[in-house]
């Protein structure tokens, strides 16, 4: 038991496990800071929600990711607030329409999320019952 109290307080044993603990505590850190920049960012789409249908010829799409996460939603680049908030009026044609959101950095592999919306009636409609002689408002495929 003497003996290895004697080799505890010695200078060199000493600065061999201060060593040994901060060169793995170094190692630790670069390799959760390298873990940052190649795996996906996290990405999340609250609005629209899948699966979508509606007859409206626009839709807002909002999500989050990190701070400093690239995303751009098919193809073209949106800029997220400095928390990592994005919104974005789309434009929608009638039928199925498909968003596909992507998050990236540099390094990073992208996360892609899609959201699938159908368009299902074109507009307005205006009919006149030739019997009943009442205008009536309809919407149509």
């Not at 990711?65 to 990592?84: E, H």
């Not at 044609?93 to 998050?103: D, S």
């Not at 999320?113 to 299902?120: M, P």
Request: hydrophobic share 40%; with cysteine.
């Amino acid at each position: 038991m003497i003996r290895l109290l004697d080799l505890l307080d010695s200078g060199t044993t000493m600065k061999k496990i201060v060593g040994t603990v901060l060169t793995i505590l170094f190692v630790s850190y670069v390799a959760y800071e390298c873990r940052g920049l190649v795996f996906a960012p996290p990405l999340a789409v609250w609005s629209p929600s899948e699966n979508l249908v509606t007859d409206e010829r626009s839709i807002l799409l909002e999500g989050k990711t990190t701070p400093g996460t690239q995303v751009s939603v098919n193809g073209s680049q949106v800029l997220p607030t400095l928390d990592g908030h994005f919104s974005l009026r789309v434009a929608l044609q009638g039928g199925l329409n498909t968003l596909e959101v992507k998050a990236f950095k540099r390094y990073s592999r992208p996360r892609v999320i899609e959201r699938t919306i159908l368009v299902s009636r074109s507009g307005p409609k205006f009919s006149h019952n030739y019997k009943t002689g009442a205008e009536e408002f309809e919407r149509y495929e």
